[in-house]
């Protein structure tokens, strides 16, 4: 957190800041949940006997959740106590002081301090400047400092201001202009600290206080909605992913460095611990990375065996790469090697005849001058006379066969020269770990070898490495047992999604010398920040996932992220790699944007929605062009991905707050509004914090059984509403706001009104 508080001292002294004032839940006081509702689930987890036998704990969850909206609903100004809640939970569930005091209890079992901001308040104090403690919370202040507090003597010193105790809120901005004018605060000497946008940014810096965003720069409440609402999955360890964010330092690019805290944190540390326990099982002690991947794998396997006090593993690399082991792998003993070799080349992306000249001593020739950058795998289809262009070029090759089979011999003894400089471990004994999907580097390993390795671990497979069976046989992390939505073919189909980070920056391994060292082909150093920054995310979150507690993440939970990641990157994630480029890993030939402009133009000309469809049709279509389709389409749209879900329309509590922020935006304080339902339920609390007049309500139900009254305020038919003068209307309902709308301007036309002004999603 040093960069972020570093932020806010050189806030505070370069603008004579006198008073600071803090946010309490998700800034300074923390849960050990994946997301606080968690706490009404483990209080039932903790004492089933208490809630008898009418309610799981899902069900309490979801009960006390709408207890706390319904309390809200029935007070002018949508705050609450605790104790108004277990008013609207059902009598016979439980005694209403046990459960709070559990509620409490819960709260204290699963919550911890940011030691941090003990030590950055302490520096202020010193420095003489005001200090307080601000939140929106249903909890009283003493409920707060006994339940979150009690351990900090500086927290408990400090004022503490609640919503509860004031019936005045954040959200509104009513909470900060009264402790503003009770306090005597200056407010352009005032800065304010918290993480949620609205509440402790939009809310502060309307009525001229300053603020800082206690939060990461991705949206990180929109990636776990999707997670759980489109993936089904809660990560335990959010807070985690969430601190780690948050200690980002000034020296890293962000997007980079929060997809390695927040998206692949926790992927990895379950993919480690897969690769530890599978050689456990399998009673090895060496662990084997190998290809690029292991700049990444090799640190943080290392780490987590510290972290589990697993003592007896050592974790290697092996510089390879499917070229640096492919002439290596030859096994020229076999009579129809020649014919093996020519079927293994002549698929390779990018290899063309002139490689093909280079590769087999054949001298430059008429038919190499024109055909020279004819792709091999199409050579079959170029026709000289009556012969193709392969069968020509195979039996130029004949003639050299000597020679090839001597530079394969001389490749594998500078290879071995190197494995046993460098690993001094028998193949057989090692672990060998690989990103995927066919494993063809370590199927030529164990081919140069002549023995197969102890295991061959794969963080995904496709069909692709039954290939290389009987001879080699895998075990993937992400396989035919637990992909449930295709990914392993989408990770197959789009790799740049994620190998530019897992290789690093180090250029791809092409051969090896007699002193046992490695020929690298050029780095890409034009990734060097955006991989290193990476990096450093996933460390940080390693580590603040070992030092809160966490044991582990399951790895259906893990490919839960995978998959939102893939099929649903948000614009910042998306929009990163129109910088990351990637590298093909036979030869390093090409080196090119993961999305660029080139491809972008195809989409637009194609149309988003008609490309979205033959995608949805055909997954592999335009492969060879656009890499990574949904990153493309994130780029292009920022909701574009997450409006074909469908889950954005059914997402209530985000549309509730759009549709606030839209009144607010357009300054209304005063309206009618047409919707009586479930909408107006969740809306009603926020409106009442903002200190809006609401002249009454209008829904079609009375039309049928005429005026009546829902929450002390009058429901009327829209042509009653119309009659009475209505001016100002807001719609409170996404499904059928377009047929609203309409039945207003109609109605309106019709009775000869002025024209009403429409407010809606």
């Known amino acids: 957190m040093s960069q972020l508080f570093s932020e806010i001292r050189d ?74 809640i277990y008013e609207f939970t059902p009598k016979h569930l439980a005694d209403n002081a046990e459960l709070m005091a559990l509620e409490l209890a819960t709260e204290a079992k699963f919550s911890f301090v940011l030691d941090d901001f003990i030590v950055l308040i302490d520096e202020l104090l010193q420095m003489s400047k005001t200090v307080i403690l601000i939140s929106d919370m249903y909890l009283s202040r003493e409920q707060i400092r006994e339940t979150f507090l009690s351990g900090s003597e500086t927290l408990l010193s400090l004022p503490l201001y609640v919503s509860s105790e004031f019936k005045e809120n954040k959200s509104s901005g ?7 004018e009770k306090l005597g605060i200056e407010v352009n000497k005032w800065l304010h600290v918290g993480d949620n946008l609205r509440s402790d940014v939009v809310s502060p810096t309307n009525l001229k206080i300053s603020a800082i965003h206690f939060a990461p720069k991705l949206d990180f409440n929109r990636i776990l909605d999707m997670e759980h609402l489109v993936f089904g999955v809660e990560v335990e360890s959010n807070t985690a992913r969430r601190l780690a964010a948050m200690a980002k330092p000034n020296t890293v690019d962000a997007a980079s460095y929060e997809i390695g805290s927040v998206v692949w944190g926790p992927i990895l540390v379950s993919f480690a611990d897969w690769v530890i326990n599978q050689t456990i099982t399998a009673r090895r002690k060496t662990i084997l990375c190998v290809m690029r991947e292991a700049e990444v794998y090799l640190p943080l396997i290392k780490l987590r065996l510290e972290q589990r006090s697993i003592k007896g593993i050592e974790v290697k690399k092996i510089h390879v790469s499917r070229k640096s082991t492919f002439w290596p792998s030859i096994d020229t003993d076999s009579p129809d090697w020649f014919e093996k070799l020519l079927t293994i080349l002549c698929p390779i992306k990018g290899y063309t005849v002139a490689d093909f000249y280079r590769d087999f001593y054949i001298e430059k020739d008429q038919l190499f001058d024109c055909h020279k950058e004819q792709l091999l795998r199409h050579s079959d289809g170029v026709f000289i006379g009556r012969d193709n262009l392969l069968k020509l070029l195979s039996e130029k090759a004949q003639n050299n066969l ?47 070898f002549q023995q ?46 994620i190998e530019a980070f897992l290789v690093g920056n180090c250029g791809s391994t092409i051969g090896y010398r007699s002193d046992g060292s490695v020929i690298v082909d050029k780095n890409l150093e034009q990734n060097s920040v955006f991989v290193n920054s990476f990096y450093q ?124 922020n839209v009144i607010v935006d357009k300054g209304w304080k005063r309206f009618s509004i047409y919707g009586a339902g479930d909408f107006f339920t969740l809306l009603l609390p926020h409106l009442n914090s903002h200190n809006v007049e609401i002249d009454n309500l209008i829904d079609r139900k009375a039309e049928i059984s005429g005026e009546y009254q829902l929450n002390g305020y009058r429901v009327l038919s829209l042509n009653q509403a119309l009659s009475d003068g209505v001016s100002k209307v807001v719609i409170s309902s996404l499904a059928f706001k377009e047929e609203i709308t309409k039945n207003i301007v109609e109605q309106s036309m019709a009775i000869n009104s002025d024209p009403i002004e429409i407010l809606s999603l």
């Open 452 to 497: 197969p390795s102890a295991q061959n671990l794969l963080f995904f497979s496709t069909t692709r490495v039954y290939n290389n069976t009987p001879k080699t046989y895998y075990s993937s992390f992400i396989n035919s047992g637990n992909d449930k939505s295709n990914l392993r073919q989408l990770l197959m189909r789009s790799p740049e999604c």
């Open 11 to 84: 806030y505070i002294e370069q603008h004579d800041i006198q008073t600071v004032s803090f946010d309490v839940f998700d800034t300074i006081v923390f849960r050990k949940l994946s997301k606080p509702i968690d706490v009404f689930q483990k209080m039932h987890d903790a004492s089933p006997d208490l809630f008898h036998q009418f309610h799981n704990a899902a069900e309490f969850r979801e009960l006390r959740q709408f207890a706390e909206k319904k309390a809200k609903l029935n007070h002018p100004s949508g705050e609450v106590s605790l104790h108004e």
């Open 402 to 448: 000597e020679s090839v089979k001597n530079y394969i011999a001389h490749q594998r003894e500078l290879f071995f020269a190197y494995y046993h400089r460098h690993v001094q471990v028998e193949y057989s004994k090692c672990v060998t770990v690989d990103l995927g999907s066919g494993g063809t580097a370590q199927s030529q390993l164990e081919s140069i």
């Open 537 to 660: 995310g996933l460390m940080a979150y390693i580590k603040y996932f070992h030092s809160l507690g966490f044991d582990s993440v399951a790895p259906e939970t893990a490919i839960g992220i995978v998959n939102r990641y893939v099929q649903l990157p948000t614009h910042m994630e998306a929009n990163l790699f129109t910088q990351v480029c990637h590298q093909d890993n036979f030869g390093s030939d090409k080196i090119y944007p993961v999305v660029d402009e080139e491809q972008l133009d195809k989409i637009h000309s194609i149309g988003v929605d008609s490309f979205y469809l033959q995608m949805k049709k055909h997954p592999r279509w335009l492969v060879k062009e656009i890499h990574w389709p949904q990153a493309a389409l994130s780029v292009i749209s920022e909701d574009f991905l997450f409006e074909q879900t469908g889950f954005l329309s059914l997402d209530t509590g985000r549309n509730v707050l759009e549709l606030l």
């Open 174 to 180: 009513t909470l900060f202009r009264l402790l503003g």
